[in-house]
Every structure is written in structure tokens, then in C-alpha cells.
């Protein structure tokens, strides 16, 4: 089986994130991050190629599967032959929203990417 071209769009710090990212530990498989927070270029690109502003999105061998859940990223795959059925348990939840936690990195995060000009 051929490896599969991956790219995701993602969130630093997001349950769904994680959930998507969990998947591709679980199979092995290697994937192009575009962190969305981070660079917010790849939010732009990500809202172009998916044709709306919810994330994760992943694009799987061309084929674009926005706003997913980890849980749904690992159906299709296994639907469309991507990778085989796998009974190893994920090592994050694969479908649920964000902790507070969670929330609070973020929060920092975009705080730390603001300059304030005297």
C-alpha cells in the first residue's frame, strides 16, 4: 500500500486537533501540519481549499474532509483503503471539543503573538 500525501489543518491546542493527530500516531502515518494558530496563512489557505472556516480539515491524497473529528478521519480511511482496520486503542480522545486547559494555552498563546507599540 502506498503512503498516503497528508496534509492538516490544525489547531495548536484543540481536543479535535489532538483527536486527528491521535489517528495518524495510531497508524504510523506521516502527515504535513499546517498549524493554523500559528500562521494564520494557513488559515486562509485552509478556508480556500475547504470552502469554510471550521478546522481540523484534512486532505487526504486530494481529497478534502473538513471540519472532522479523528473518529471520522479514521472511518474514511479505513473506508476508502488508505490503511486497514486497527483495534489499537487511540492514545487521546478522537471526539470530543477542547478542555478549558486547552482553551487557557490557546488564549496564552495568542497573547504571546501580540506586540504593543509605544
Known sequence: MEAPKITAYLKTHCGWSEGVRSIFRKYGLSYEEKDIIKNP?????????????????VEINGQMLPDISGEEVETWMVANGVVG????????????ACTDEQHAAMARAQMGNIRFIA
Open 41 to 57: 496563512a494557513f488559515r486562509w489557505e485552509m478556508e480556500q481549499r475547504s470552502g469554510q472556516p471550521l478546522s481540523p480539515c
Open 85 to 96: 482496520a486497527n483495534e489499537q486503542a487511540p492514545d487521546a480522545p478522537i471526539d470530543s
